[in-house]
């Protein structure tokens, strides 16, 4: 089954590598999976950081769930696979200048970037939820922290950050760089909880748990997508084929155990 799903690729790729429409001019151009082979190189856009989806090892490798997927695409397309660290608001920007082909980052799809970029079909269904010092032992929800005084921080950019602003009426919202800056703040008695995406936040958990708690009752459900050029068709229609026989096959299977149902790569991250 697998072989006849590789075949099915090869082909619709045969049919797909010719060229997009321009989205300003009207002129047709070469699609993203044309210039990808043509060069022999996918270029993918993250932020690591973000556990366990985009980090990085003590050799300063790139690792984790999204890594995974992006290696699965390139090993498909049969090229080389380059990761490139940005800051998750300088992803997207990236993006539209040619500098990453693709951006594989936890990136939900919204209505608001659809306007910039084109997304694939969900990779994976997430949500929302809190992180808090230990020492709180009062606050059970969101609706605790709405007060005055309290302070919530979130990664600049994110999902988490748009939905915090809509939420939290009276408490300050704080934007940091990435989750793990927002999430230190927490952990250093600077602020009162942090929003971010569930896998990411129990990962944190579990590595500061003399320190933090997280709440694990989501304040929303969304999904992450591939995020390329906007209006590039050819190349969304390729990444949608490809990820309807990847996701919950063997290879996705074996990435989401052992990044989400075991803890034992921790040792293998830079930052704790």
Aim: aromatic share 8%; proline share 2%; hydrophobic share 40%.
């Amino acid at each position: 089954m697998r072989k006849v799903l590789l075949l099915f690729l090869v082909i619709l790729l045969a049919f797909m590598t010719g060229c997009t429409k321009d989205a300003g001019t009207g002129v047709s151009v070469p699609s993203t999976i044309q210039k990808v082979l043509d060069k022999k190189k996918l270029v993918i856009g993250t932020s690591a950081g973000y556990a366990p989806f985009e980090m990085k090892d003590k050799k300063g490798d790139f690792i984790g769930y999204d890594m995974d997927l992006g290696r699965a695409i390139g090993k498909a397309l049969n090229v080389e696979v380059e990761f490139r660290d940005f800051e998750f608001s300088g992803l997207i920007p990236a993006l539209q200048t040619g500098e990453i082909d693709l951006v594989i980052s936890t990136m939900t799809i919204r209505g608001d970037r659809a306007l910039a970029v084109s997304f694939t079909d969900p990779y994976y269904t997430s949500g929302q939820v809190l992180l808090l010092p230990k020492t709180d032992t009062t606050t059970k929800g969101w609706q605790d922290l709405d007060k005055k005084g309290k302070k919530i921080t979130v990664s600049q950019g994110s999902t988490s950050a748009l939905l915090a602003k809509e939420l939290f009426k009276n408490a300050e919202v704080l934007d940091f760089e990435g989750f793990t800056n927002a999430a230190l703040a927490v952990k250093q008695g600077q602020a009162d909880a942090v929003v971010g995406d569930d896998p990411a936040v129990r990962m944190y958990e579990s590595r500061n748990s003399d320190s933090i708690r997280g709440i694990y009752e989501l304040l929303s459900s969304e999904n992450l997508g591939i995020a390329v050029q906007l209006n590039d068709h050819a190349t969304i229609q390729w990444l949608n084929s490809f990820l309807a026989s990847y996701r919950n096959g063997l290879e996705d299977q074996k990435s989401i155990n052992k990044w989400f149902n075991s803890t034992d790569w921790l040792d293998e991250v830079q930052d704790k």
